[in-house]
């Protein structure tokens, strides 16, 4: 499985942003999805994560209300959309594959990372 984060850039707090994951490989439906992220000088941290059929998702608490996880199976694509930005939310994200249904918070569960993509809220 290869993934490809895309959809970052800067914006003013208070916006808005989508980030998109894009996937290939026929058993990406089988897979759970997580978005992580990574701040400079800090350890990459867990932001949300969807199961395989998208029915249960989990966020951080510092997310939640703020931040939606989705995914399209058909075009093999995993979203997380991001309301409300604060300064907080800048960090490069990521989003990675686990070869099982159901995801984890911990980032060695998963099987496949994507490359990353930046995120800047300007305050």
């Known amino acids: 499985v290869q993934l490809q984060a895309s959809g970052g850039g800067l914006v003013q707090a208070g916006g808005t942003l989508r980030l998109s994951c894009a996937a290939s490989g026929r058993t990406f439906s089988n897979y759970a999805i997580g978005w992580f992220r990574q701040a400079p000088g800090k350890e990459r941290e867990f932001v949300a994560m969807?199961?395989?059929?998208?029915?249960?998702?989990e966020y951080v608490n510092s997310v939640k209300d703020r931040f939606t996880i989705s995914r399209d199976n058909a075009k093999n694509t995993v979203y997380l959309q991001m309301n409300s930005l604060k300064p907080e939310d800048t960090a490069v994200y990521y989003c990675?594959?686990?070869?099982?249904?159901?995801?984890?918070?911990?980032?060695?569960?998963?099987?496949?990372w994507g490359q990353g993509t930046q995120v800047t809220v300007s305050s």
């Open positions: 969807t199961s395989w059929s998208g029915v249960i998702t």
């Open positions: 990675a594959a686990r070869t099982r249904r159901f995801g984890s918070r911990a980032a060695s569960d998963y099987d496949y």
